[in-house]
């Protein structure tokens, strides 16, 4: 009897999931397992917590519809709150579990979480899975992956290279085994609040993805995405391909479809240019590994201070620039922020204010519902100049970016507060 956990991380889902797919195919009975790791509520050395309330609520909805997708197979989510390893050790003996199936995770805490597993003798088998485009596929090795965007983008189109296809949502899954599995640790499962601006979950995520091939709007993405706040200017894919409610090979996918329906044009090839920097900072990170987490990253030696008053008045919308105050209070108030805001509050911070960008990066870390180690990381070193960037770091003109992108005051007036 092989007896199999499957352990989502960020890919709760059950469409285009090889990992999950793979366990099914070598389990005679299954065990699904969430853990909510303490990790995460512990507190970051600049004072808050890791995990704030919006992500937990996003994280708690998603893992709701999961749990309701695996009844309705007639299978069952386990989630426990603690140390991963610590408890899937427990698990796995206490069940004389075969393997462990997961996602492959290339950054320190998740591939830390899988060594300490395999150097208690445990089989963990990862799977990567969070890219557009397969590693095998790539004209080069994930090492050697050129540092600028636009040399990397350029081998990839050469290669004819758009989208891995997905695979087919998962219909039918092996028993749980027939243990007292309840009798090792309380499995925790709470209904959550649901986000303010986002329903969580696989099943809200392609609602989302076809009601926004529906209504057209890849066709004026390119001319409205760089807007700060209307919903449809940008696709707000990303809460969901965060915690890999939806996959970005779905989406590539179905846009294609889309393409051919209704031709390719510039909205539709900027979208997916959108996720081919998503599938970057993946492989840059596969790359460079730890490096990206150090305070100079990949730049010089760097001797960033931190001056607890400035930050607070840039976490809590108080530095006295209407824009940036704005900013914050958006993301404080929903946990979301325009690609364009978070490019102008994270130079802010670093340039105007002279702030620690990973602090920076950690206050995002904590608030986003979007919040992704690739993306997030590598954005914020890009910004700083400790990255990919070839021109060595974004310094923004904040009253251009006014005159640009908020002439009227509308964006200022609506957040000049807190909700
Ligand atoms: C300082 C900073 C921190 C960021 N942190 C995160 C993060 O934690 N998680 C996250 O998903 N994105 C992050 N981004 C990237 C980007 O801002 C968001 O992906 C985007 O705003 C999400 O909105 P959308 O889904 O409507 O994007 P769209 O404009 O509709 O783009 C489609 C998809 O392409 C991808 N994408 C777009 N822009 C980028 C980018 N610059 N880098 C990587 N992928 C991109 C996302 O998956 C996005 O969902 C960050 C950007 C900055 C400047």
């Known amino acids: ?28 009975c299954l065990l699904p397992v969430f853990i909510h790791s303490t990790d995460d509520y512990r507190s970051t050395p600049w004072g808050f917590e890791r995990k704030g309330l919006h992500r937990r609520r996003f994280l708690d909805a ?19 709150e603690g140390n991963p390893v610590d408890i899937l050790t427990t698990l796995s003996n206490w069940l004389g579990a075969k393997a462990i199936y997961c996602e492959e995770i290339e950054a320190p805490y998740e591939s830390k979480e899988v060594q300490s597993l395999q150097s208690c003798g445990i089989d963990v088998q990862t799977h990567w899975q969070s890219s557009m485009l397969d590693l095998g596929d790539l004209p080069f090795e994930p090492k050697n992956i050129p540092d600028v965007f636009t040399a990397f983008r350029k081998l990839i189109e050469r290669k004819g290279l758009r989208f891995t296809s997905p695979i ?48 057209r709007l890849p066709d004026s993405y390119k001319k409205t995405r760089n807007e700060l706040s209307r919903f449809d200017s940008s696709s707000k894919f990303s809460p969901w391909l965060a915690l890999g409610c939806i996959s970005a090979r779905k989406i590539a996918h179905e846009l294609h479809l889309y393409e051919e329906e209704f031709g390719a044009n510039d909205g539709t090839y900027w979208l997916w240019f959108e996720l081919l920097w998503r599938d970057y900072f993946r492989f840059i990170a ?46 404080a ?85 807190l909700i």
């Open 333 to 417: 108030s929903t946990g979301f922020l325009s690609n364009r805001m978070r490019q102008i509050v994270a130079s802010y911070w670093i340039y105007t204010m002279r702030g620690n960008w990973q602090a920076g990066a950690a206050w995002f870390e904590s608030q986003l519902i979007d919040y992704d180690v690739y993306s997030n990381q590598g954005n914020w070193l890009y910004i700083a100049g400790h990255g990919t960037d070839p021109r060595g770091g974004r310094a923004f003109n904040i009253a251009k970016q006014v005159q640009e992108y908020d002439p009227n005051g509308e964006y200022r007036r609506r957040w000049a507060s």
């Open 168 to 215: 087919e949502a998962i219909e039918t899954l092996p028993p749980l085994p027939k243990l007292d599995i309840d009798g090792i640790f309380a499995s925790s499962f709470k209904d959550g609040d649901q986000s303010l601006l986002f329903d969580g979950g696989e099943t809200a995520a392609l609602n989302h993805l076809y009601q926004y091939l529906t209504k």
């Open 1 to 28: 009897m092989n007896l199999v956990i499957y352990w989502f991380r960020t890919d709760l889902r059950l469409h285009d999931n090889p990992s999950l797919q793979k366990a099914c195919q070598n389990a005679d």
């Open 286 to 331: 596969i790359k460079y590994g730890v490096k990206l987490f150090h305070e100079s990253g990949l730049g010089a030696k760097s001797a960033l201070t931190f001056e607890q008053q400035s930050f607070s008045k840039w976490i809590s919308g108080t530095t006295g620039e209407a824009l940036i105050d704005a900013g914050m209070h958006e993301l």
């Open 62 to 80: 998603s893992l709701n519809d999961l749990a309701q997708q695996l009844n309705g197979l007639g299978s069952q989510l386990y989630c426990y």
